[in-house]
Nanobody
């Protein structure tokens, strides 16, 4: 089992920034890909960004150039730096890791509003 604890969500104005963090514990030796997904009201959960153990990244087109994913393998954390936030970034953001099977965090709310 892998346990995930997220932090860093909140309310921000358009154009602002937030940083999400996710700490993994448990069977961390089996963790491969780490990433973030989001789900807006009435919409399906979608990929935001992924990062492999070796540091390769993949981003949704909607966040390219604005969001940056990073991970610290020694601390078993994955972070998402979100800049130039837009109204449409409002969603619950979920940390995800793949460790033989996928594991999900509890979700953290990000609200972009003026």
């Amino acid at each position: 089992q892998v346990q995930l604890v997220e932090s860093g969500g909140g309310l921000v104005q358009p154009g602002g920034s937030l940083r999400l963090s996710c700490a993994a514990s448990g069977r961390i030796f089996s963790i491969n890909t780490m990433g973030w997904y989001r789900q807006a009201p009435g919409k399906e959960r979608e990929l935001v960004a992924l990062i492999t153990t070796g540091g390769r990244t993949n981003y949704a087109d909607s966040v390219k150039g604005r969001f940056t994913i990073s991970r610290d393998n020694a601390k078993n954390t994955v972070n998402l730096q979100m800049n130039s936030l837009k109204f449409e970034d409002t969603a619950v953001y979920y940390c995800n890791v793949y460790a033989e099977v996928p594991y999900w965090g509890q979700g953290t709310q990000v609200t972009v509003s003026s």
